[in-house]
């Protein structure tokens, strides 16, 4: 091949929801009029870990990218509204508190707004900071609205994102691909040639004989990362010593009422509970442990805390957290979990599809598969999941649990990134973002005073506000907040109307 040459040849090794996001962003933004071959390998055989899924705002972003409305969103894949995850008994047994999505408060005289919480929270006018995030109090009375983009009332400060059915979602992706030009092809992939010179992958074999060759091939393979883990032996990092959670157990249950707009993480005596609620159903799943707790009593404990009667057939998954220390090398960049893992407590998983999406798309190669592309790839998929990473690991740390799972986890030294950040934290309630990072201010001040993480004191700076000036505008923002959210529609209405809409438009 000659040097710069475009890539033509695109093979997905892979469906499921990262080989459908890939193959759906491909036939939209690769595809180039048919320019460029875009096939994705799957095989009915192999299962997909998708048990239902909770996501974060940045997938508004994605499926607005590919044109797909909202409204027709929601009816194919069964999806309600999330505002953020209730989070049970996490600092202690019968603790809770709400992680929203979207800003806190306003901002005074550029001081932010927790900070000046944090300066007043004593005061009986002021009341908890919860009170002034129009995510958690719409989400405390099951309401939901879409923002205000015109950005004059509180409601623009209000974030969402979804709950899904995950196998819908790539049925849906696959439907919108496959139109775009994507072709499907059947089977199980048992042999993967690599070329003798550059040892990039060359071809995948199928157990029919067909001999599939590829230029750029994006390996959705899942834990099995056959492409980057297997054939590319690109090694994989263990974090379970910071997260030791290595199964799960997960069941759909009836439709519960209301449809709550939120997730909700139960904490257990060796690991949690999730609870994501579909329009037709609820999905349900214990996240543990092994070391602690055998498969038959996490299934007992999931079970108990059901909100309903189990409706399918109980879903066994072994895994491992981490990540391989490449996302790309050679010719092969990896998608999802053939990438790596982290345990869905903060629902970042799709995020992470689309970031690594994103990215390959911002440094799409030709011929030469420049090695400065690779690398700057490599550095932000590091960088991504290590920040997820510090997130969830923060929820483990900062407990106050007595289990001995619970010890355990929080004796670990955590990372010293994560560590820098608590320490800011704890003595005047400072937060910095660093890099491209996911979780913005909002999010670390909600989990680190949720977790019991409250400061000493507060930014200086606050100090300057004049106290008799202050305490009223707070305290009559926060009755303002409670007006909002109470004044915006039921959640089920609101899908209600929703699905109308996609039925009539």
């Not at 209301?258 to 609820?282: E, M, N, S, V, Y």
């Not at 399918?312 to 490449?326: I, S």
């Not at 700076?461 to 505008?473: G, R, T």
Request: glycine share 10%; proline share 5%; charged share 25%.
């Amino acid at each position: 091949m000659n040097a710069r040459q475009p890539i033509r040849d695109v093979v997905i090794v892979g469906g499921g929801t990262a080989g459908w996001m890939t193959a759906a962003a491909a036939a939209r933004f690769l595809a180039g009029g048919g320019k460029r071959r875009i096939r994705l390998i799957e095989s009915e055989e192999i299962g997909t870990v998708g048990v239902g899924e909770g996501t974060i705002p940045p997938m508004i972003e994605f499926n607005q990218l590919l044109g797909i409305p909202e409204a027709d969103f929601l009816a194919a894949t069964k999806a309600t509204y999330k505002l953020g995850i209730d989070f049970v008994g996490w600092g202690a047994e019968g603790e809770r508190y709400f992680h929203p999505f979207g800003k806190l408060g306003l901002n005074l005289d550029g001081i932010d707004f927790h900070q000046v919480w944090l300066k007043y929270r004593d005061h009986p006018a002021i009341g908890p900071i919860s009170d002034y995030s129009i995510a958690a109090l719409a989400a405390r009375d099951h309401r939901f609205a879409h923002p205000d983009k015109s950005g004059r009332s509180p409601l623009a400060n209000l974030g969402y994102a979804y709950h899904l059915d995950a196998g819908l979602y790539a049925a849906m992706l696959r439907r919108y691909a496959e139109r775009g030009g994507v072709e499907r092809i059947e089977g199980r992939i048992t042999t993967v040639d690599r070329d003798p010179e550059t040892g990039n992958v060359a071809a995948v074999v199928l157990e029919s004989g067909l001999r599939i060759e590829g230029e750029l091939f994006i390996d959705c393979s899942g834990f099995r990362s056959l492409l980057l883990g297997q054939t590319l032996g690109v090694e994989f990092e263990d974090w379970s010593h910071w997260l030791p959670c290595d199964r799960a157990i997960a069941v759909p249950s009836a439709r519960s009422e209301p449809i709550t707009p939120f997730t909700r993480a139960i904490a257990h005596k060796a690991g949690w509970q999730w609870r994501i609620p579909l329009q037709h159903r609820t999905g349900n799943g214990h996240v543990y442990a092994s070391a602690h707790i055998d498969d038959g009593e996490a299934e007992e404990i999931l079970v108990a805390n059901l909100d309903t009667q189990p409706i399918g057939a109980f879903n066994r998954l072994r895994f491992k957290a981490g990540r391989r220390v490449k996302s790309w090398e050679g010719n092969v960049v990896a998608i999802g979990l053939s990438s790596g893992f982290l345990e869905p407590l903060e629902s970042t998983s799709i995020y992470l599809i689309q970031y690594g999406i994103q990215r390959l798309f911002g440094l799409f190669p030709d011929s030469r598969f420049s090695a400065s592309e690779r690398t700057e790839y490599n550095r932000f998929m590091a960088d991504a999941y290590e920040l997820v990473r510090d997130f969830i690991i923060l929820h483990y740390q900062a407990t106050r649990r007595p289990e001995p799972f619970w010890q355990e986890v929080r004796s670990v030294e955590m990372p010293a990134s994560l560590r820098r950040k608590i320490d800011l934290f704890a003595d005047k309630g400072r937060i910095f973002r660093y890099s491209d990072e996911l979780f913005e201010l909002p999010s670390w001040v909600a989990v680190m005073l949720g977790q019991g993480i409250v400061p000493a004191g507060h930014d200086p700076l606050a100090d300057s506000l004049p106290d008799d000036q202050v305490i009223p505008a707070i305290a009559e923002l926060r009755r303002g907040y409670a007006r909002i959210a109470q004044g915006l529609p039921r959640h089920a209405d609101f899908i209600s109307q929703a699905l109308a809409a996609a039925k009539t438009g």
